[in-house]
């Protein structure tokens, strides 16, 4: 099974930007659908990014526009570019499949206000 690592989390003020990265230990490429989840303190993990083997994207209202999901099937990773953070995006960040597959460590995005 695919082994997911997740990188690219840190502090940032609001209105700042982050990269983050899902780098997978095999190859995406058959997997239909990959996602972007966040977990907040207290709080439901909630999927903020979807893409599909063939590129098409979706996003919930809280993050469209702001957030956009991206995958490089080559070097099996996924990306996720945060653009205009608020402190409500501060969470735990996660990749997986679709459905689900392991879950990673996640990487933490800390937005300050």
């Known amino acids: 099974q695919v082994q997911l690592v997740e990188s690219g989390g840190g502090l940032v003020q609001s209105g700042g930007s982050l990269r983050l990265s899902c780098a997978a230990s095999?190859?995406?490429?058959?997997?239909?659908?990959m996602g972007w989840y966040r977990q907040a303190p207290g709080k439901q993990r909630e999927l903020v990014a979807l893409?599909?083997?063939?590129?098409?994207?979706n996003y919930p209202d809280s993050v469209k526009g702001r957030f956009t999901i991206s995958r490089d099937n080559a070097k099996n990773t996924v990306y996720l570019q945060l653009n205009t953070l608020k402190p409500e995006d501060t969470a735990v960040y996660y990749c997986n499949s679709i459905p689900n597959g392991v879950w990673g460590q996640g990487t933490l995005v800390t937005v300050s206000s």
């Open positions: 095999g190859s995406i490429f058959s997997i239909s659908v």
């Open positions: 893409i599909t083997r063939s590129g098409s994207t």
